[in-house]
Structure formats: structure tokens, C-alpha cells
């Protein structure tokens, strides 16, 4: 038996028949770009998020870097972002001009230390952004005070929160904006690459609307320097197919999630994923940590279950940002989660039988020697 570490394809089996029909509207349209499949996903996961609008783009870094742009941010501003967390938040801010600048995360939750971030705001922050990692909404009371108190914005990274919610409301309506990834791995995954931004601001909304497009708003009028960052009429077409499924399959993982706690609870060496007042998770990932990470994961790997690393090496360590001269020891906490976290499959089509294997295989590794 082979538990694979995410199974893609009976994910988007369940729903071959609506996908079928999808692409039969869509030719039968005759309309490829920026036509009324978008405008009707849009509006379905506005109001699936709670917020007034949302904008279809390429893909998750677009949404975050496009908001960025639309607030003005560039050279010579910085935006707080998570020392913990994937390249995509921290690129976005490269991508605007500006530049990042880390904060730790709380050990427990994985997401940014609101009790950390007043202290790296400067006269040059413009905004936070604030990733609910692993599908675990970030502490967006606290961060939305400190926001308020600096005059600075709040960008949501929901890549991984597609339907999570913060003292029950849901992630995209949490901050100024938010910018959501539907790459085919998330929790509300499209067939190829897909994002989305939500907001409330009229403004933002129009601007946006404009920069993911040529900045133009009639055709072969461009008001500003645009991007070319739009969502097909086909990916829209079938994510409005796969949004109805989302609430079920995230209950789904609820369930696994549960299961993978109960069941290793009193496993010593292993610290298993915490959930804050105030937060239902989307439990995009079940990440446990471990000192013995790598014999951990290799001895799962002999026993066919996948697993993978979310993430080997922070930001500020990738080779890509040696320019901003961090080094080893500069983001402890961060550095030492890299180190030891481990993601378990917690796909939504997986049996409670396939989740008792995972967890039967997570045992004998931590058998006594008798
Ligand atoms: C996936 C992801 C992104 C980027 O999304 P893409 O669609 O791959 O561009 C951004 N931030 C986080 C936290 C992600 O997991």
C-alpha cells in the first residue's frame, strides 16, 4: 500500500463530470480571457470569503506582489513579513521594489510573533504581511491593532487558508487585502496555475482591476504600467466547479488532522501541530516536529508513505537573498523549525484507513528496542 504525500489525481477525479461541462462552456463561448467565468468565480468566493470583492490573477505571488504595486509600495519601503514561511511572500515584496523584513514566528503556531513586529517597524514600513502558514490563521487581532496604532496596511498571504476562519471569520476578509494561490497542491487548487486577491476597498479593487491587465481599463487605453497577470476563463471555470467542495473537504482534513492527534498524543518526541483560540485551520498542512527528521521521514519513505519538508531552508538563507546579508543564527527559531518540521499527507480523498497506516508506521519508528 502506497500513501502518497498528496493524491492529485483522485482529488480532481471527483469532480471529472462538472470539469467536462466546464470546458464545454467555455468553448462553446468562444471567450478565453477575462469573461464571465471569471466575473462568476469572483463572485462566488467574494462572497464565499466574506469580503465585498475579488479579482482573478495568475497565481498566488501575482496577488501579493500586485497589491503591493497598487498601494504604492516600492524602493525605499519596507514590508514586514514572516521569517517562516515559503519564498512567495518575501519575492512579492522583492518584486514591488521593496524590501522585506523578517519577523520571527511564535514556536507553538509557525506564523509571525505579533510581540515581535513593533519592534522592526521603521518610519519606511508600509505594511505587513501576514501568511497563515499551513492553513493556521495568523494572530490578525493583535496584528491588526499594531497595524492601526502605525497607520500601516495588512496584507493576508491565504495561499494556504483557502476557508479557514479567525474568531469565525474567514481568512481574504481579515486584512486590507489578501492575496490566495489556487496552484494545484492548495486546498482550492485549479488545473494549473491560478490566484486571487480579495478586498473591501473600492479603490484597491479598481486599481487592481487595471494592473492585471496592461493598466488598462478600456482596451488599448493604459492608464498606468501594467502586468499581464489574468485568470483563464478556464481555470475560473473550474474552480467555481471545485468551490463547492472546498467547506467538505476541509472538513475532511479536520477529521485527519484529529485522527493524527489522537493517536500520537503520547508519542514524546514529537511535537504535534497546536491550534490558537480563535482559529479553525484549513489544515492545508500537518506539520509535526521532530529531532530525528530525516531517519523519521526516511524510514516512512521504506514504508511507501510520502511525506515532504515545508520548508528545508528559510528566506533569509536562500541563496537568492544573500544580498540582504543574513546569516545562520540571525532567525534562531526560524532556523531551528527548518530543521525538524516534517509534513504528513492529510489529502482530503485519504481513508481513515491510509491516515491509521501513516499513523501505525509513526509508531513502530518510535517503538522502544525490547
Ligand atoms: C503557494 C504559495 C504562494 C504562491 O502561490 P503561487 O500560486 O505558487 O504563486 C505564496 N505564499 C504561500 C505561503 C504559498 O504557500
Known amino acids: 500500500m502506497t500513501i502518497p504525500f498528496l493524491d492529485l489525481k483522485s482529488i480532481n477525479l471527483q469532480d471529472k463530470a462538472t470539469f467536462h461541462d466546464a470546458l464545454e462552456r467555455v468553448l462553446e463561448s468562444g471567450w478565453l480571457i477575462m469573461g464571465r467565468e471569471m466575473a462568476v468565480f469572483e463572485a462566488a468566493f467574494a462572497n464565499y470569503c466574506g469580503s465585498t470583492y475579488a479579482l482573478g490573477v495568475g497565481n498566488g ?14 524602493p525605499g ?6 521569517a517562516n514561511t515559503y519564498i512567495a511572500t518575501w519575492l512579492a515584496v522583492t518584486y514591488a521594489g521593496a524590501t522585506p523584513v523578517p519577523v520571527e514566528p511564535v514556536d507553538r503556531t509557525f506564523n509571525i510573533d505579533p510581540a515581535l513586529i513593533e519592534a522592526a517597524i521603521t518610519p519606511r514600513t508600509k505594511a505587513i504581511v501576514a501568511v497563515h502558514l499551513y492553513g493556521q490563521p495568523a494572530d490578525m487581532d493583535t496584528i491588526g491593532d499594531i497595524a492601526r496604532r502605525h497607520g500601516i496596511k495588512i496584507l493576508e498571504d491565504a495561499a494556504q487558508a483557502q476557508g479557514a476562519r479567525w474568531r469565525g471569520r474567514r481568512t481574504g476578509a481579515l486584512g486590507d487585502a489578501a492575496g490566495f494561490s489556487f496552484y494545484p497542491g492548495k486546498n482550492l487548487g485549479a488545473l494549473g496555475d491560478a490566484g486571487a486577491i480579495t478586498t473591501d476597498d ?35 471555470a473550474f474552480l467555481s466547479a471545485k468551490l463547492p467542495r ?29 491550534v490558537a483560540i480563535g482559529a479553525e485551520p484549513a489544515w492545508h498542512l500537518f506539520v509535526i516536529r521532530s529531532a530525528r527528521r530525516g531517519t523519521l521521514q526516511q524510514f516512512l519513505k521504506k514504508r511507501d508513505i510520502g511525506t ?20 545562520l543564527g540571525d532567525f534562531p527559531i526560524s532556523e531551528a523549525m ?14 481513515d484507513s491510509d491516515v491509521d497506516l501513516v499513523i501505525d508506521a509513526i509508531r513502530a519508528f518510535h517503538r522502544p528496542i525490547s
Open 246 to 274: 472546498l467547506d467538505a473537504d476541509n472538513d475532511r482534513r479536520t477529521a485527519i488532522a484529529a485522527r493524527y492527534c489522537e493517536s500520537l498524543a503520547d508519542i514524546e518526541d514529537l511535537t504535534l501541530p497546536y
Open 308 to 327: 515532504l519538508i515545508h520548508y528545508p531552508i528559510p528566506p533569509h538563507l536562500q541563496k537568492a537573498y544573500s544580498y540582504l546579508g543574513y546569516k
Open 77 to 82: 519601503d519596507e514590508v514586514i513579513v514572516p
Open 338 to 351: 527548518h530543521a525538524e518540521v516534517l509534513s504528513l499527507p492529510i489529502g482530503p480523498t485519504m481513508t
Open 202 to 236: 473600492a479603490e484597491l479593487a479598481q486599481s487592481l482591476d487595471m494592473l492585471r491587465n496592461y493598466g488598462s481599463r478600456h482596451k488599448y487605453e493604459n492608464e498606468v504600467l501594467g502586468f499581464n497577470s489574468r485568470l483563464d476563463e478556464l481555470q475560473a
Open 61 to 74: 505571488l501575482e496577488a501579493l506582489h500586485l497589491v503591493l504595486r497598487a498601494w504604492g509600495i516600492g
